[in-house]
């Protein structure tokens, strides 16, 4: 089987597995640098809109460099917390269908129209993949702050931001493997969470930026005026060069959800495939793919396409 082209196919569902929005940013509230890390961390996890469900649009990019594979797309999600999503994913507004992904609790389809084929199998299928799949913490990403954060104990790291972010790390011996939080020092939002390894090196980095206030299609407020939502997310294997972001234009936060929404429209002629084969159409890539991955940094926002 083609290996190629494998591991992208595999970063568009896990990113699939991670309406209308005003335009409110979050305002600026000062945070206290002498304040207790754990109240930091506290503070921040609440912060974050818990949603039932989401409907919304934006901009995608998958960026494989090892197998020399970019992807950039217009994508449409939607996902709700009895463990549905998914997302529909275009080229060129619309002309050319690039992938349908759908998530029903442990079943998974992926339906790649050019090549009339679609993969389907168990969540757990992925775990052949060369990276940890956990699509349970992607979709909770989605919908809402990893509660787990501020179970933990945290302390002010050693290292320093040159833009003043705040950078905690978990309490425990240096020689285990360990989270690393950045704070935006303005808003006391998480602007991201990396995983280290027991040398302190990162094996995966979350970034989150973007942040703002949610409203649902009539224009009222899904959450309090401190609840709010980080319109750019992305996700990053330092050590495998590979990278995943999506940049929401609308968000429709609560949306109401229908069976239907999760409906997979495959051609009669759609050969199926298991989802261990599952590739993407080498033909979709971008030209010409950058030497490195884009790696979005703090107070930065993607803007791939207007």
């Not at 921040?44 to 990019?61: F, I, P, Q």
């Not at 460099?65 to 549905?84: H, W, Y």
């Not at 949306?255 to 495959?266: G, K, L, S, T, Y």
Request: glycine letters at 6%; hydrophobic letters at 35%; charged letters at 30%.
């Amino acid at each position: 089987m083609p290996k190629a082209y494998t591991l992208a196919a595999a970063l568009t569902l896990l990113l699939v597995l991670a309406g209308c929005g005003n335009r409110d940013r979050v305002a600026n509230r000062q945070v206290d640098r002498s304040a207790n890390p754990n109240v930091l961390v506290q503070n921040a996890v609440e912060s974050r809109a818990n949603l039932s469900s989401l409907a919304g649009k934006g901009v995608m990019r998958i960026v494989d460099q090892p197998s020399k594979f970019g992807l950039t797309v217009n994508a449409d999600v939607v996902a709700d917390d009895t463990d549905r999503l998914r997302i529909r994913a275009d080229k060129l507004a619309g002309a050319i269908q690039a992938f349908d992904v759908v998530m029903l609790g442990d079943d998974v389809g992926f339906y790649v129209p050019t090549q009339k084929t679609l993969y389907h199998g168990k969540v757990q299928d992925l775990q052949n993949f060369s990276f940890r799949f956990d699509p349970d913490e992607v979709l909770q990403q989605m919908l809402r702050a990893d509660t787990r954060l501020a179970s933990r104990r945290w302390r002010y790291a050693d290292v320093k931001d040159s833009k003043g972010t705040l950078i905690l790390e978990e309490d425990v011996p240096r020689n285990r493997p360990h989270l690393q939080l950045a704070i935006n020092p303005r808003n006391g939002t998480i602007s991201s969470i990396t995983q280290l390894d027991a040398k302190g090196q990162p094996l995966l980095v979350k970034r989150y930026d973007d942040y703002r206030n949610l409203n649902n299609r009539r224009g009222e407020k899904v959450s309090e005026e401190n609840m709010v939502f980080p319109y750019m997310m992305s996700f990053s294997w330092p050590r495998d060069r590979r990278s995943m972001e999506m940049q929401f234009k609308q968000v429709r936060g609560n949306a109401p959800v229908r069976d239907e929404d999760f409906d997979i429209a495959a051609s009669s002629d759609t050969r199926y495939r298991p989802l261990r084969e599952a590739q993407m159409d080498p033909e979709m890539g971008d030209e010409p793919l950058a030497s490195q991955p884009r790696e979005p940094t703090a107070g930065q926002t993607l803007a791939l396409r207007n």
